[in-house]
């Protein structure tokens, strides 16, 4: 059968995968990790092309001619609640031309039996992309499937969501070759051209407003994981995007994969949690060749930490920044404007808080109510948003409710100001400047700059 794994186009540059759509803060435009994910699974029983229609820019028309000219007999395609009256009136034309549409996203992650009802054109909801599901329902073997929702030929709806938590999941190489050799950026790259891979799914945390925090947690095997590092770096790839949402949560294995990449000379960007960055996981990952570690600040108010389950205080934090600078690599906190508890005073203190880690990048996310998680229903039980409206975006382009003591407008006017007071020093910038590796760096860094200033001014 010809397969489509679409990103459908958009008119802003959205970011739709791993069950957390947003536009784009800045100019950056990852692979997406899903697609990734299901192209090995998929061609192993199917003929599979790839059409990130994100990525290459195009328009509606021609998406819908490049889809027209590929003839795919199904479609399984990416949605956001950050797109989603685009991307379901997009699918929607393409099933009235006899394709079948899978789709996976987080406007469709909870309440997908309601979804599926809504939404005639839409065959089968994909829960989890580490699952050989797709495979299994385009074959029509629905007794093997673990985690969707399908409408059968009759009408009827069903549903499987097998237990996640502390397993692994073995995948066929993620056909890296199948996606455009152009069009995607991350201003953190130190060599060209990167690559995204996952080495696992999910997360043991239990964070309130995240999303991943609900999806369980598994590992590949890391003789998987190697296997797709060693196509990538034979095709002249060495710039790796890790882009598991906690590196190190198994410590034996990040160590085992810390020795096989130092063994293989790559550069890599990762996230991990500020409560695992000790001197032994630090000191291993920056000898492996990651130069830049993502790390959650969310609040420097531990009250607002405490509230959203986040497992550790602002202390720390601050020790985890400083001992991530004392190895030599390049530091980016995370963090979350406008949950419940926040008010001027908290807001106050995490701008300071992020003035003070010396902290290379900040990354500036708005609070959503994302589906499945607690946070959204405490959300919908203190009356702060309406629970039909299905479209949100955490990248503070809007803002989608208010906290307890502020007002929309009030969230969004003090997220630009710490943008702008955080990039816009001259300290930070001339550090910048001074630790780039080179021209293309430089470049990379200075579009991503006035990307995100731009969208704060």
Same mark, same amino acid.
């Given at each position: 059968m010809r397969v489509l794994l679409l990103n459908p186009p958009g008119r802003e540059l959205y970011v739709r995968d791993y069950f957390c759509s947003k536009t784009t803060k800045s100019n950056y435009h990852f692979h997406p990790v899903d697609l990734l994910a299901l192209s090995g699974t998929v061609a192993a029983e199917h003929d599979v092309s790839v059409l990130d229609c994100i990525a290459e820019?195009?328009?509606?028309?021609?998406?819908?001619?490049?889809? *027209?000219?590929?003839?795919?007999?199904?479609?399984?395609?990416?949605?956001?609640s950050v797109s989603w009256e685009e991307d379901r009136e997009f699918l929607r034309l393409q099933a009235s031309r006899?394709?079948?549409?899978?789709a996976i996203g987080d406007v469709l992650h909870a309440d997908a039996e309601e979804r599926l009802r809504e939404e005639p054109w839409l065959e089968v909801i994909l829960d989890d992309f580490t699952t050989a599901d797709a495979a299994h329902l385009l074959s029509g073997r629905e007794g093997e499937v673990q985690r969707s929702t399908w409408r059968r030929d009759d009408g009827a709806v069903v549903q499987r969501d097998e237990p996640r938590h502390g397993r692994e999941h073995r995948l066929p190489r993620p056909l890296h070759e199948l996606f455009p050799s152009s069009g995607y950026r991350f201003s953190f790259a130190r060599r060209a051209p990167f690559a995204t891979v996952l080495t696992d799914y999910g997360c043991p945390w239990s964070c309130t407003f995240c999303v991943?925090?609900?999806?369980?947690?598994?590992?590949?095997?890391?003789?998987?994981?190697?296997?797709?590092? *060693?196509?990538?770096?034979?095709?002249?790839?060495?710039?790796?995007?890790?882009? *598991?949402q906690t590196f190190g949560v198994s410590r034996d294995r990040a160590l085992e994969l810390c020795r096989a990449f130092r063994e293989r000379d790559l550069s890599w960007t990762a996230f991990t949690r500020p409560d695992l960055a000790d001197d032994e996981l630090l000191q291993a990952m920056r000898g492996a060749g990651c130069h830049t570690l993502i790390m959650g600040v969310e609040s420097a108010d531990d009250e607002v930490l405490e509230a959203c389950r986040k497992g550790y205080a602002s202390d720390t934090v601050v020790g985890a920044f400083a001992r991530a600078r004392a190895h030599g690599l390049r530091t980016v906190g995370t963090f979350v404007v406008g949950l419940p508890d926040e008010t001027e005073g908290s807001l106050e203190r995490t701008l300071d808080l992020a003035l003070a880690l010396e902290l290379d990048f900040m990354s500036l996310n708005v609070a959503v109510p994302r589906f499945g998680t607690?946070?959204?229903? *405490?959300a919908v039980a203190a009356g702060l948003i309406d629970p039909s409206e299905l479209v949100m975006d955490q990248s503070g382009a809007t803002v989608a409710l208010p906290t307890k003591a502020l007002s929309r407008a009030e969230v969004e006017r003090f997220k630009r100001r710490m943008v702008r007071r955080f990039y816009l020093r001259p300290s930070w910038l001339w550090r910048r400047v001074r630790d780039v590796s080179g021209p293309r760096e430089l470049f990379a860094q200075a579009r991503e700059g006035l990307a995100l200033l731009a969208r704060n001014a």
């Open positions: 820019g195009l328009s509606l028309r021609a998406a819908h001619a490049r889809i *027209d000219a590929l003839k795919p007999a199904a479609i399984i395609s990416l949605v956001g006899g394709r079948r549409v899978f991943i925090s609900t999806l369980g947690h598994s590992t590949r095997p890391v003789e998987d994981v190697l296997e797709e590092v *060693d196509a990538l770096i034979a095709g002249g790839t060495r710039e790796l995007f890790v882009a *598991d607690p946070f959204r229903d *405490d």
